[in-house]
């Protein structure tokens, strides 16, 4: 195993992985954390406000739609295609503070985001089970959250800066364009990672192979699954 391990290079280590999903959620989802958490640089919250709930009810249904994407698309697919949904929300949000955009656009854009939440948190979700061994489950989760979480902190700084100076109530639209440029960054990463039967364990397994399931298994599953009282 150790030797198959080296001949498979760095970039399929699956802890490398593991920092590499960290790195599109530090691009992503950390820098929607950090724009959601000044009302979308907006002095006026209300558009921000409505689009955060229409995301986060959207984001509800898609959870419950999203592993039938990511079982026929793939984790990688899916989560490409759930981050670049991300840019359209801040983009709505930069032609909204210029006057461009009216507050029913970026509710709009705030739904399609959350149906990329729901895609990109699904794929996370098997991504993350699948790298690590039973062992390092534990450091594996740590060190993604870790990477993770820093986005938010990076996006805070990055406001920071580029409004020190600025007198203007709401936040510059470089602002918004560096967060855009930051989460393609991030969609690119994904490009990155590797299929998972590839992916090599920190004890020199690979990753078994996950059986495709028949779309029909799947839905029929998803409703079985919202039927039961228990």
């Given at each position: 195993?150790?030797?198959?391990?080296?001949?498979?290079?760095?970039?399929?280590?699956?802890?490398?992985?593991?920092?590499?999903?960290?790195?599109?959620?530090?691009?992503?989802?950390?820098?929607?954390?950090?724009?959601?958490?000044?009302?979308?640089?907006?002095?006026?919250?209300?558009?921000?406000?409505?689009?955060?709930?229409?995301?986060?009810?959207?984001?509800?249904?898609?959870?419950?739609?999203?592993?039938?994407?990511?079982?026929?698309?793939?984790?990688?697919?899916?989560?490409?295609?759930?981050a670049l949904c991300y840019i359209f929300y801040i983009f709505a949000l930069l032609l909204y503070s210029k006057g461009a955009a009216s507050a029913a656009v970026v509710v709009m854009c705030g739904v399609v985001n959350g149906v990329g939440a729901g895609l990109v948190w699904t794929a996370q979700g098997m991504l993350?089970?699948?790298?690590?061994?039973?062992?390092?489950?534990?450091?594996?989760?740590?060190?993604?959250?870790?990477?993770?979480?820093?986005?938010?902190?990076?996006?805070?700084?990055?406001?920071?800066?580029?409004?020190?100076?600025?007198?203007?109530?709401?936040?510059?639209?470089?602002?918004?364009?560096?967060?855009?440029?930051?989460?393609?960054?991030?969609?690119?990463?994904?490009?990155?990672?590797?299929?998972?039967?590839?992916?090599?364990?920190?004890?020199?397994?690979?990753?078994?192979?996950?059986?495709?399931?028949?779309?029909?298994?799947?839905?029929?599953?998803?409703?079985?699954?919202?039927?039961?009282?228990?």
């Amino acid at each position: 195993p150790a030797e198959e391990a080296s001949t498979t290079g760095w970039l399929r280590s699956a802890r490398v992985q593991a920092v590499l999903l960290g790195l599109v959620f530090f691009c992503v989802p950390g820098m929607w954390n950090s724009i959601t958490s000044m009302a979308g640089g907006l002095t006026d919250p209300t558009a921000a406000s409505a689009a955060t709930a229409a995301l986060y009810g959207t984001f509800g249904v898609t959870s419950m739609l999203s592993p039938l994407a990511t079982n026929v698309i793939g984790p990688r697919a899916t989560l490409f295609v759930g981050a670049l949904c991300y840019i359209f929300y801040i983009f709505a949000l930069l032609l909204y503070s210029k006057g461009a955009a009216s507050a029913a656009v970026v509710v709009m854009c705030g739904v399609v985001n959350g149906v990329g939440a729901g895609l990109v948190w699904t794929a996370q979700g098997m991504l993350m089970l699948s790298y690590p061994t039973p062992q390092t489950k534990g450091s594996f989760v740590a060190t993604f959250w870790l990477v993770f979480q820093s986005g938010a902190v990076l996006g805070g700084f990055l406001s920071l800066g580029l409004n020190f100076d600025d007198k203007a109530p709401d936040v510059s639209a470089g602002t918004y364009i560096a967060y855009m440029v930051v989460m393609l960054v991030g969609a690119a990463v994904v490009l990155l990672l590797q299929p998972l039967d590839r992916v090599v364990r920190p004890d020199g397994s690979r990753v078994p192979p996950t059986p495709p399931v028949p779309v029909y298994a799947e839905l029929r599953a998803m409703g079985a699954m919202c039927v039961d009282g228990r």
